[in-house]
Structure formats: C-alpha cells, structure tokens
C-alpha cells in the first residue's frame, strides 16, 4: 500500500527565503506526482505535476523535482511572500487505478 | 469554465439525518473524485467514476455512504444516517481519465459538513 509523507507538518520563515518542501513516498512504482496547493476554507488546487519520465518541473517561482529510485520529491520556492502561506500536499498516482494517494500536507507561514 | 461546483458549502446535521451532497465536474471531465478531508486522516479517496461508473469504491467506510453519477455532469454522494464521525470537508474532483500518463486534477471547493 502506497503511503505518501510530508515532513514537518508545518514551517514558519520570513519573507524572501528560499525554501524546500519534502514528500517521500513507499512505493517507487508511480505514474505520476502533484504538488497541491490548498488555502485556508478552500479547495485544492494544483501547482506542478512530475511524470515518472521527468526528473522536474518549474513554473514560475516554484521547481519540483522528482527521484523515484529513492521515493523523494522537493518542492522548491524561491523568494517567498507572504502570499505563499498555505498548505501544501503531495500526491502520487500508483497503479493501473490511477488512485492519487496524499500526504498530509505542510502548512507553510511566510512571515512580513 | 466554472470549475468543479459543490453543494451545499456548509451543511450542520443531526446524528440520524440524511446527507446529500452534490457535485457538478467540469464539463468535458470524464473522470469525477469523491474526497474525505479531516486533521487525523488527511485527504482520504472514498470513491471514483470513469465516464459515470463506479471504478473503485473502496474507500467508502461503510454501508451508510453510497455514491451515485446519473450522468456525466452531476454527482451526489449520501451519507444515511450520519453520525459525528462523519463530521469532515468532502471534496469533489475531477478529471480527464488520468491513465498512465495522468492528467491534472480540479478539485471543488469543497462541503463542510458538522454532525452533532
């Protein structure tokens, strides 16, 4: 069974650092993986997502990278704002079923 | 487009009432997503529709939750009867069929639903 994990659960850093959200993930078996963003009463949205084929993606300020062999991916944000306060959530498609397992997110505060 | 739409946005119940939710994909989506979202558990898939067939229903938790796609534009899923442990946001998604290759999924804005 596929188990995503996001560490910590939580991050506070001022504004304009460069930050890196983790995500690993048991099974290397994945078709593909999102990054998500979702905001305080909102639904999720997403930002970037990664074929098993891709070692990254970028948009903008933000940079994923993917290395199945060892079940990790990053997040990257460059320059953050305080607009980028939010949860952020990592998810995996494993199997023929095309099930997106989540991990539980990190709650990122960018502090003025 | 309108994105994924979801009724009711909040929904405050008695233990042992019914509780409809409802779901409009987005048109052209062929692929439509129930989600459970709590603090303990995180995002939890309940159940999933390809071109309005129930594909895999696993995640349902019990026999009080059923889930129904009449057609391509609109999804219900009841819980009958709820109790508080159902207490939770229920997140609607949708899709083209992901396959292999994946494709990016929309997610509504989800229904918080209180159970006292």
């Known amino acids: 069974k596929q188990e995503v994990t996001q560490i910590p659960a939580a991050l506070s850093v001022p504004e304009g650092e460069n930050l890196v959200l983790n995500c690993s993930f048991t099974?290397?078996?994945?078709?593909?993986l999102q990054w998500f963003r979702q905001d305080p009463g909102k639904g999720l949205t997403s930002l970037l997502l990664?074929?098993?084929?891709?070692r990254e993606q970028t948009s903008g300020r933000l940079n994923a990278s993917l290395d199945k062999s060892s079940g990790r991916s990053t997040l990257y944000i460059a320059a953050s704002q305080p607009g980028d306060s939010a949860t952020y959530l990592c998810?995996?498609?494993?199997?023929?079923?095309?099930?997106?397992?989540f991990g539980k997110g990190i709650t990122l505060s960018v502090r003025p | 487009d309108a994105g994924v739409i979801q009724s009711p946005r909040h929904e405050v119940t008695e233990m042992g009432q019914e509780v409809t939710l409802r779901c409009k994909p987005i048109?052209?989506?062929?692929?439509l997503f129930w989600y459970r979202q709590t603090m303990m558990r995180g995002l939890e898939l309940l159940i999933y529709?390809?071109?309005?067939?129930?594909?895999?229903d696993s995640g349902m938790p019990e026999d009080r939750f059923s889930a129904k796609m009449p057609n391509a534009s609109f999804s219900t899923l009841k819980i009958q009867p709820s109790e508080p442990r159902d207490s939770a946001v229920y997140f609607c998604?949708?899709?083209?069929?992901?396959?292999?290759?994946?494709?990016?999924?929309?997610f509504g804005e989800g229904s918080w639903l209180t159970v006292v």
């Open positions: 998604a949708s899709s083209l069929w992901p396959g292999p290759s994946g494709n990016t999924i929309y």
């Open positions: 099974d290397s078996a994945i078709y593909n």
């Open positions: 990664i074929q098993s084929s891709q």
């Open positions: 998810a995996v498609v494993t199997g023929a079923n095309s099930k997106l397992t």
């Open positions: 048109s052209g989506h062929n692929s």
């Open positions: 529709f390809n071109n309005n067939v129930p594909i895999d």
